[in-house]
């Protein structure tokens, strides 16, 4: 009889530590896959960050060649940069109305 029962103790014991290594099993499955895609996800987060530095370079950049093609725009013609904008999208303008004109004179 007791025999049986450490039989049966044992047999409990060693299912429970099969479902226990099972288990540890698909943990550490589980935290490989975490691991994985947290180095995909940095990787990803680098490349972004990358991305963000060259265009905010590239801004920078941008911004004092306007600044300069401004001052060179009062020094060279005399003009204020926004007036010479402003000309330019008037004569834009009357060059788009002009070629409307155009094009239904010649249809």
């Given at each position: 009889m007791e025999r049986e029962r450490l039989t049966e103790a044992r047999r409990g014991a060693l299912e429970e530590a099969?479902?226990?290594?099972?288990?540890?099993?698909?943990?550490?499955?589980q935290l490989k896959d975490l691991e994985h895609n947290?180095?995909?996800?940095?990787?990803?987060?680098d490349a972004f960050r990358e991305a963000r530095s060259t265009r905010s370079a590239h801004t920078a950049k941008l911004a004092v060649e306007l600044e300069y093609m401004e001052a060179a725009c009062v020094s060279d013609l005399g003009i204020e940069a926004s007036e010479l904008r402003q000309q330019r999208m008037c004569n834009a303008s009357k060059a788009k109305r002009w070629r409307k004109r155009t094009k239904l004179a010649a249809g």
């Open positions: 099969a479902q226990s290594t099972e288990e540890a099993r698909l943990l550490r499955e947290l180095k995909v996800l940095r990787s990803e987060m």
